[in-house]
């Protein structure tokens, strides 16, 4: 499949796999043009939404390393150290980083697959989270960072 990103045809296999739910396996390709990372066969819109339900959890210790394709640590970092005033979380999971780009003066706003994870972590964090499917998002006419974590979709 082309990338879902740039739209290049050629990829080949990443270094970070494949991921597994449900017996199924979705390997991660790397597009050979702009190097993101995707699953190659994507899962369809059922299996995301059992995903990304409401039983989806980030790791609770906030490990960071190779193992963790978020890396938290490593984006709050960033986030100190960079000038701006959006930071949008696409993929939020339970909306750790948006919780720490507000306490640095962020605008921050998260987009989430799943709508009552989305209202779930909105009330939790008390950040703004919108769903990948709100015409609000449309509105959204810029960001100064976008962070795509793990978002294999």
């Known amino acids: 499949m082309p990338c879902p990103l740039c739209d290049y045809s050629g990829s080949h296999p990443s270094w970070l796999g494949s991921t597994y739910y449900l017996g199924k396996e979705f390997p991660y390709a790397q597009c050979q043009s702009c190097n993101s990372l995707y699953c190659d066969p994507m899962p369809g819109l059922e299996t995301l939404m059992q995903m990304y339900g409401d039983d989806y959890e980030m790791d609770p210790t906030g490990n960071t390393g190779a193992e963790n394709p978020q890396e938290p640590q490593r984006v709050i970092q ?3 150290k960079m000038k701006g005033e959006r930071f949008i979380d696409y993929g939020c999971g ?3 980083l948006l919780t720490e780009a507000a306490n640095l003066h962020w605008q921050a706003l998260g987009v989430e697959l799943n709508e009552d994870v989305a209202k779930a972590v909105e009330k ?4 703004r989270v919108l ?3 709100s015409p609000d998002l449309l509105k959204v006419e810029s960001a100064d960072i976008l962070h795509l974590g793990d978002v294999i979709e």
């Open 94 to 96: 339970q909306g750790s």
């Open 124 to 127: 939790h964090t008390q950040v």
């Open 131 to 133: 769903t990948s499917q």
């Open 78 to 80: 960033w986030l100190k």
